[in-house]
């Protein structure tokens, strides 16, 4: 489609710009250092995107020649990245972090972080990749360094900037070997052209690949690329960090979806599946170890933190080799497990993190120490935090289960190959039970039971309920999630 | 009686959701919310018991209900000879719980809310018919257990409960993955009627790693089942969570929980793999034996009551196990021995049933003088028998349940697991026999050093078995002494259900047996 037309197809995203502007000049206009404000305007416009992301009805296609994709698979991933951010605004009014500091831009920075994860899910052209990724990477830098006079969210910043640096570097030089090998940066042309390139052009193919792959393993935190999750997860401000957990990942897991699915296989891309024949290297395995790696690093390091948001953040880079035990397969069931599961891990997640929030604003830590009696103390904090934390290790009935039920079925279903990618996660499984119980154990067998009970305010109860009544529900009765990702799992495809 | 397994199934969420309205300082209506809502599981129980069908194998009251179609995920449940004497002694042991569990003061709420979460989802477990209902129902009764030993239990409480919880998840994962094998095998279908009748001839040929896949799918299995039972080397969590927990839930620990991975082995591993049942048997008898002989030794060596008592299950176990095994009697290579199979595994859900009531009864009558002298320590009573006159005559009984004597009903099921295994594992049944001395004369020894001799001076005061606690017992008792005289009831209600399980393992299995 051709730039004109093409913009009666982007309003969501220029809905976003406008909002986006509006948040500027209001924040220059008000005068108190900390307003609700900005805020207001910027929860409105957010809906008003979700609703455009909605309502935009058009037939997979592709915009601004041939560099953005239109299709259900993208509006799924803006959907999920503009209802994390909403919660995550919700709760940073609630957050005594930004106590002293100026958080009109703050809203305005999560909006262009939003406008960059758009990008990210519909990226089909080497350039936008590129540009979504560090759109998305500067503004987290920044946010992650919100909290000017704390030093360790500076360190945070100056960390994730580097780390950020270095791989975007790889990356870049990924693609542009790419485009060397290929004369293209669009990934339909770039398939065609892989098609026809002979053996010699192998070794050079999968070390693009590979450099590539530094990219999204970053923004995705996958080992090795993940030594900047824990000190910037632990510096950040904790509606950052959560946010950084959950929707950046989700773009960076769309992206990267996207990419394999589009550039390195045979044919139709949700069909005849299977790995570029030509290509002779053990992708699969490779893929495989990533992710197995991944969520035992995640998993084992977490076991000896005594720091709750620190241990989220290893549990977040355990998520993310749960999900990639999938990729190996690249199947279409994959794609869907891992759909299912960024919606459950939304819920569960981000509600683990909420709790968090409010027992640092509550307690003033964020360690074991600060969770002790509180099951006693606040029981509905308790039995919310209970539900998040059984989610997360993925017991029944809990979202957590279902979403780790469809990425075995999708390992299991893809043949015995796969079986012991399934084992390790298994296995994971149960390791990631004793760091979670840890925090329940803490909430009810430590501590002293007391007989005040302290009931948070309204809207926090609110929120938290908001997020632990589907992370029950949703793992009894899953359908309207299946349906939703069912429907969204349609590619643009060029054949 | 439409639905009525649904009923018995959530009547105790219907209780846990009333208890949850109820303010905490309300301790007796508490209490006696969870006495009527098991006290009704209990009379559905026993209403299903006399309207149900013995002269039928097949499964009765059947109710089925979509849930996630897109994968095959139905609810489905249904009621056999098999889970039928699971139902009953589970709402017997639910129901006695909440008695035994009486003077709980701390955290009333909580416990009696987890307590009826978890009878729900122990029914669950014993009445569904969807795998993945019963996988979810399997799950769902380890938080409520975690919490019970945790938050109730005594001072180890945290290291029993995170070990347990810890062993049965490993177990479960395992059987996830064994599960969606046999999913897929099936034709994508978790309902477990179809999958008995496809999984046999599904997986024939099938070979991972070098191995053939009926093998490790049943290895998957038994080793999440075994870790229940707890078979050994799977035991070590068991005495543990047992001398941690509080009496009531060591009762249902013992009577219930421990039945859950022998009737997931009948029910999964024998019906849908059974001929892995031919190549496991053998290996089966043996670690029954290693589980009489271990636990029997181990039970001899303790100084606490309660460990002792917990040891004497891993040893009751061992029969079972040999009973379970004796099934392969009945195949053409051993010589068509269809009596010993039945009696075999006849034998071994009789010792299911019996261990239950058993042990149950020993774990309240450990509680009765542990919640008096505050201690379990074997040596140090002595004489209790002139303090304690009527305490003394029901743990004589019940100990003698518990070492075998004939005419009590332990004696029965360990002789007929006895006589099934005999002509197929001729040594392991005999160097097995060693067990029932050793578990007689653990058990005989604890009651001299506890009840014979001169009285400590310590106890003079200690008062009788009171009515409460005699109300708990006196059923089970009952029950004992009255299947070990005259057990058909009890053998008539599950016989042909046995029958098509055999079948199901020496014609189907054998049929279709590849090894």
Known sequence: MNNLLSISLFWPELLLTATILIAIVVDIFSQSPKSNKVSNYVIIGLLATLVAVFITNHSPTTLFMDSLAFDPFASFFKSIVIVATLFVIVISRYSNEFEGYHTGEYYALLCIMVFGMFLMAS??????????????????????????????????????????????????????????????????????????LDSTSNLSLTLSTVFVLAGFGYKISAVPFHFWTPDVYEGSPTPITAYLSVAPKAAGFALMIRFFNQVFVDGDSLSGLGWYSDVSFAWPELLGIISVATM?????????????????????????????????????????????????????????????????????????????????????????????????????PTVGFIGKFYLFVAVINAGSSFYWIAFFGAINTVISLYYYMRVVKTMYLDGKPSDEIQVPPFSITAILLILAVPSIFFGIYWTPILNWVKDSLLFFVQI | MDNILSWIIWIPIIGMVAIAFIPRD???????????????????????????????????????????????????????????????????????????????DRAVKGYFALFLLLDTGVMGVFLSLDFFLFYVFWEVMLLPMYFLIGMWGGPQREYAAIKFFLYT?????????????????????????????????????????????????????????AIKVPVFPFHTWLPLAHVEAPTAISVV?????????????????YTMLPDAVWWFAGSLAFLGMINVLWGAMCALAQKDLKKMVAYSSINHMGYLLLGMAAVIAGGSVNGSNLMAAQAGI?????????????????????????????????????????????????????FFAGLGLPGLSGFVSEAMCFIGAFPVFRTMVIISTIGILLNAAYFLWAFQRMFFGKLNEKYTKLEDINKRELFTVIPLLVITIFLGVYPRPFLDMIKETMNVLIDQVVVVGGVAGIF
């Open chain 2, 26 to 104: 309300k301790k007796d209506l508490i209490k006696q919310i969870a006495a009527v809502t098991t006290g009704i599981q209990l009379l559905l129980a026993i209403m299903l018991w006399s309207v149900f069908d013995a002269t039928s194998g097949s499964f009765q009251f059947m109710e089925r209900a979509e849930w996630i179609p897109s994968l095959g995920i139905s609810y489905i449940l249904g009621i056999d000879g098999l889970s039928l004497p699971m139902v009953a002694l589970n709402a017997l042991i639910a129901f006695l719980g909440v008695f035994v569990s009486w003077n709980i």
């Open chain 2, 253 to 269: 620990l013992a009577g219930i929980l421990l039945k859950l991975g022998v009737y997931g082995m009948l029910r999964i591993n």
């Open chain 1, 123 to 196: 990226a089909i052209d080497l350039i936008t990749v590129y540009l979504s990724i560090e759109v998305v990477s500067l503004m987290s830098f920044i946010l992650a360094g919100y909290l000017k006079n704390n030093p360790r969210s500076n360190e945070a910043s100056l960390k994730y900037v580097i780390y950020g640096a270095f791989s975007s570097g790889i990356m870049l030089y990924g693609l542009s070997i790419i485009f060397g090998l290929t004369g293209t940066t669009k990934f339909f042309a770039i398939r065609d052209a892989i098609a026809t």
């Open chain 2, 346 to 398: 006849n034998g071994a859900v009789f010792q299911m049933f019996n261990h239950g009531t058993i042990s149950a009864m020993l774990f309240i009558l450990v509680g009765v003088i542990y919640e008096q002298a505050h201690h379990r320590d074997i040596e140090g009573f002595g004489g209790l028998a002139s303090q304690m006159p009527i305490y003394t005559a029901i743990v004589a009984l019940a």
């Open chain 2, 169 to 225: 998840l490993f177990g479960s994962v395992l059987m996830l993955i064994a599960l969606l094998a046999l999913y897929f095998a099936c034709g994508q279908t978790f309902d477990m009627i179809l999958m008995m009748e496809r999984a046999p001839f599904a997986l024939d040929g099938v070979v991972w790693w070098g191995m053939s896949a009926i093998k490790v799918i049943w290895v998957l299995l038994f080793i999440g089942f």
């Open chain 1, 296 to 396: 035992s690093l995640g998993n084992l390091v977490a076991i000896q933190q005594n720091s709750v948001k620190r241990m989220l953040a290893y549990s977040s880079i355990a998520h993310a080799g749960y999900m990639l035990m999938v990729f190996p397969t690249i199947s279409s069931e994959g794609v869907f497990a891992v759909m299912i599961y960024l919606v459950m891990y939304l819920f569960m997640n981000l509600g683990a993190f909420f709790v968090l929030i409010y027992v640092i604003q509550k307690e003033g830590g964020e360690n074991f120490e600060h969770f002790s009696g509180l099951g006693w103390r606040m029981p509905i904090v308790g039995i919310v935090m209970t539900v998040f934390m059984f989610s997360l290790t993925g017991l029944p």
